[in-house]
Every structure is written in structure tokens, then in C-alpha cells.
T-cell receptor, first 115, second 111 residues
């Protein structure tokens, strides 16, 4: 079974804090993704990574950065958290097979509240 | 930009009825279409993936169809149960591993 885990289910931070959200997958997937999910807006892609140390901006990268030092781990960083970053954050991973677009597997999510 | 629509946003059905959930997408040049289930406050669970070359996929009581030419996919859940209550999302895959998500159908199955 594919397993994607996220470091926290719930997180409360203060405005201006630096926040790290961690995601780990155990299926040797090349691709990893960070999304945020907001009521009325659905899921939006923040960043994704297709290999170690490789990253690509998604639709809403402003205010976020990412790090992928090891294949199994993908971190989302909020350099200076703001209240508009209060959201549900979801990590996902998928296999990379040539030009195919493969099934994405999701973690349980981190509900982040920025006060 | 690929847009994915799921209407209605919410629906209720009596237990035992078949559920029919619709998903439409604007760009027919998709790689595949994926259906997910999401329980409140939780992550997404993958239900079915239909490749662009396929017309349907089945898993147990679930059946998903794909009509690329009309930009539509339908998820059927046979003989619905209260445990099927959840939000169902569809996502169309296009270039570079991007998924375009619908906003979901929130389903309540009434015992």
C-alpha cells in the first residue's frame, strides 16, 4: 500500500513565524506535490517536485518555498506566515513513468491556522 | 486553462439508491481522469483512474465512465450506503503531471 504521511494533522502558528510542513512517502515515487484546499476554491497546486532537488512552481507559489533533499521527503516552507495562509495543506506523490501521468496518492492533510 | 466542473455541489439520496455524479472538463486533451473520495477534515482517497484511451473503469460498486469528446466523466455508485457519505472530487490530468480539480459533490446517503 502506498503511504503518504504528513508531520502534523493540526498546526497553529502566529503571523510572521517560519513554518515547515513535512511530507514523506514510502513508495519510491519520483513526483511529489503540495496543494492547499480552501472552501469554494477547491484544491490548488502550490509546488511540485519531479526529482531530488528539482522543483516547479504551481498555480499559487507566492509566499511559499519547498525543499526536496531526499527522494522520500518533500517540505513546504512558509517563510513568514500570514493569516491568508490559513488552510488545509495536502501532500501527494506519484510514480514517474516516461510521459505518462500516473495516479496521485494523498496524505491525510495538515490543517494550518495562522493567528 | 483546464477547468473542471462538478454539479450539483451537494446532494442527498436514500440508502439503496444508485448514485450518479457528473464531472465535466473544458479541454478534451487529457491524459486521464481520476476520482477521489474525501471525508471531512481528511485527505483524498483515490477511487478510480481512467486513462484517456479507456471508456470506463470498475471497482466493486463503483463504475466510472469517460467521454472525452463531450468532456464528461460520470461516477456511478451502486446501491448506496450511509458509509458512502463523503465529498467526491474528480481531477483531469493534463501536461506535466498537473491535475485540475473540480470542487466536489458533497453526498449524504440517508438511512
Amino acid at each position: 500500500d502506498v503511504k503518504v504521511t504528513q508531520s502534523s494533522r493540526y498546526l497553529v502558528k502566529r503571523t510572521g513565524e517560519k513554518v515547515f510542513l513535512e511530507c514523506v512517502q514510502d513508495m519510491d515515487h519520483e513526483n511529489m506535490f503540495w496543494y492547499r484546499q480552501d472552501p469554494g476554491l477547491g484544491l490548488r497546486l502550490i509546488y511540485f517536485s519531479y526529482d531530488v532537488k528539482m522543483k516547479e512552481k504551481g498555480d499559487i507559489p507566492e509566499g511559499y518555498s519547498v525543499s526536496r533533499e531526499k527522494k522520500e521527503r518533500f517540505s513546504l516552507i512558509l517563510e513568514s506566515a500570514s493569516t491568508n495562509q490559513t488552510s488545509m495543506y495536502l501532500c501527494a506523490s506519484s510514480l514517474s513513468t516516461g510521459g505518462a501521468v500516473n495516479e496521485q496518492f494523498f496524505g491525510p492533510g495538515t490543517r494550518l491556522t495562522v493567528l | 486553462k483546464q477547468e473542471v466542473t462538478q454539479i450539483p455541489a451537494a446532494l442527498s439520496v436514500p440508502e439503496g439508491e444508485n448514485l450518479v455524479l457528473n464531472c465535466s472538463f473544458t479541454d478534451s486533451a487529457i491524459y486521464n481522469l481520476q476520482w477521489f473520495r474525501q471525508d471531512p477534515g481528511k485527505g483524498l482517497t483515490s477511487l478510480l483512474l481512467i486513462q484517456s484511451s479507456q471508456r470506463e473503469q470498475t471497482s466493486g460498486r463503483l463504475n466510472a465512465s469517460l467521454d472525452k469528446s463531450s468532456g464528461r466523466s460520470t461516477l456511478y455508485i451502486a446501491a448506496s450506503q450511509p458509509g458512502d457519505s463523503a465529498t467526491y472530487l474528480c481531477a483531469a490530468a493534463y501536461g506535466n503531471n498537473r491535475l485540475a480539480f473540480g470542487k466536489g459533490n458533497q453526498v449524504v446517503v440517508i438511512p
